[in-house]
């Protein structure tokens, strides 16, 4: 069964963009009704405002919605896979990617102040990390892989992030127990004490 909100969403990427009036039309739906499922389509990020306009002056202003750009989706795993199937090489690109996000400089603080400062740059960067005592040692956990549509076919992108985190920590890092978490969405990297 096809909702009202997937009838207006399916209508969008047949038109590209179209009005609340226009929709509603097309549909045939209240106008009211079409403007709140575009407004619930627009706050979850599935579609977004291109342009207002006023007719005459008068009334309620128009606008016109399309497709946001994460609904339309991209090419980018295509692309990485391809780049990763040249068989670069991912340490030095963790290195870089740890160099040009600021990650390094923390070996001269004390640990937890470096694994707290680690854990803020890396949620920059959508891995949802957060760091933790543990019998063998520090733990980084990353919450969320942000290379999750590539990571089943190219599990080698886990040495890139060994070496990021190294370069940031200063200290060898190991990850552990990958295949038990998959499911769950977590990596965790315990750090080797020396």
């Known amino acids: 069964m096809?909702?009202?909100?997937?009838?207006?969403?399916a209508h969008l990427k047949k038109t590209r963009s179209a009005s609340a009036r226009e929709v509603a039309r097309a549909l045939d739906m209240s106008t009211p009704n079409v403007r709140h499922h575009l407004g619930v389509l627009v706050s979850d990020g599935r579609a977004e405002v291109n342009m207002v306009y006023q007719h005459g002056g008068r009334?309620?202003?128009?606008?016109?919605?399309?497709?946001?750009?994460?609904?339309?989706?991209?090419?980018?795993?295509?692309l990485a896979g391809a780049l990763l199937d040249e068989k670069i090489n991912l340490e030095a690109i963790g290195e870089r990617i740890a160099l040009s996000q600021g990650l390094v400089g923390l070996a001269n603080q004390p640990m937890a102040k470096r694994l707290s400062a680690l854990?803020?740059?890396?949620?920059e960067m959508h891995y949802q990390a957060r760091w933790e005592a543990g019998a063998e040692g520090p733990r980084v956990i990353l919450g969320r892989c942000p290379y999750a549509?590539?990571?089943?076919?190219?599990?080698?992108?886990?040495?890139?992030?060994?070496a990021l985190l190294?370069?940031?920590?200063?200290?060898?890092?190991?990850?552990?127990?990958?295949?038990?978490?998959?499911?769950?969405?977590?990596?965790?990297?315990?750090?080797?004490?020396s």
């Open 149 to 162: 549509k590539v990571i089943d076919a190219h599990p080698e992108l886990c040495k890139m992030e060994v």
């Open 59 to 78: 009334g309620r202003p128009e606008k016109v919605y399309s497709l946001s750009q994460a609904a339309l989706g991209d090419n980018l795993s295509v």
């Open 166 to 193: 190294e370069k940031a920590i200063g200290r060898p890092v190991l990850q552990s127990a990958r295949s038990e978490l998959i499911g769950h969405g977590l990596c965790p990297f315990i750090f080797k004490v």
């Open 119 to 123: 854990v803020d740059k890396l949620n």
């Open 2 to 9: 096809t909702t009202a909100r997937q009838k207006v969403l």
